[in-house]
């Protein structure tokens, strides 16, 4: 919720600016909110819908020892850690950047 709230407040996030980076577009543009709003959804897609549906598990009767919510939660952590490891591999760009089509530069 904070890192939503921070991607409209200030266009790239608060903590990208505080580090002395900037988010912009190809001609070197800092991104608008909307862009902004929707690069911090695609960084965090993989766990919003275990975020969501986190307590229907408990609601429709599966305990703590049910396959289901642990898969879930399984799932929605290897994609973030794949989200990682392919940021970390193609250095220049995250697919949270590649998708929106932004570039962090410094400041």
């Known amino acids: ?57 408990i609601v429709m009767g599966f305990g703590p020892a049910s396959p289901i919510p642990v898969l879930a939660i399984s799932l929605a952590f290897g994609a973030m850690i794949a989200g990682v490891v392919w940021t970390i591999a193609a250095a220049d760009r995250g697919l949270h950047d590649r998708i929106p089509r932004t570039w962090v530069v410094p400041r």
């Open 1 to 57: 919720f904070c890192s939503i709230v921070s991607s409209i407040a200030v266009p790239g996030g608060a903590a990208t600016r505080m580090i002395g980076l900037a988010v912009v577009t190809r001609d070197g543009n800092e991104i608008g909110r909307l862009r902004s709003l929707a690069r911090t959804l695609i960084a965090w897609a993989p766990i919003l819908p275990w975020l969501v549906l986190l307590p229907n598990p």
